[in-house]
C-alpha cells in the first residue's frame, strides 16, 4: 500500500509494467482512499508520453474522468466521491467500439462511447501521485494525490463483470494484471510516500 500524507510537486511513484502499453483494449483497478474533497482535482494515475498525456484517471469535483491522448477531451462520469474508506475503482475501455465503463465497488456505470479507433501509444512512463504537465515531471501540489493507494492491476483487455467482481471482493480467484500486477509491481518511490505491506 502507498500513502501518500500531504500535497507535494515532490512525492510519487514511478511504476514500470511488465509490457509496454501498446493498448487497443484495457481495464485499470486500484483500491483508493482519500480525505481529500471531492471540490478539488485529484489524479489517480498518469501515463505520459514526452508528447501528451496518454492515459490519464482523475476525479475532478464530482465526476471521473478518462483522459487518452488529452487533457482537455475528457469522458466524465458523475459517481460517488472518494472517501476515507477505501474504494474498490476500475475503468474498461476498448478500440473498436470506443465503449468506456467506470466500475466502483463491483458495480458499473452507464456505458460511454469515447476514442472510437484510438490506440495508446507505449512510449511514456507511469507515475501515481502525480499528473506530469511534460514527460514525467512539472508536477502542481494541488492536483497531487493525498491518501492511500492499492491493488493497482491494468490488462490489455477488458475484464467482464464477474471478474471485477472477484477483484472488488478479493476472492482467490481473481485475475491479476498483465500489464501492471501489484503483487509483483516494480517501481520507484520519490519524495514522501510510505509504502506498508499489508
Known sequence: MLSFPEETDTSYMR???KKPLNLQAFTLCMRVATALSSSRETILFAFRTPQSDELNVWQEYEKFSLY???SRDAVMFTLPPLSDLY????????????????WRNGNNSLRKIYKRGHRVNPDGGIVLGQDPDSYLWGFDKSQSFVGEITDVHMWDSVLTASQIKQLYEKQSNAPSGNVINWNSVHGRIYGNVGVVDV
Open 15 to 17: 511504476v514500470f509494467p
Open 68 to 70: 487518452l491522448r488529452s
Open 87 to 102: 474504494t474498490h475503482l476500475c475503468v474498461t475501455w476498448e478500440s473498436s467500439t470506443g465503449s468506456t465503463v467506470f
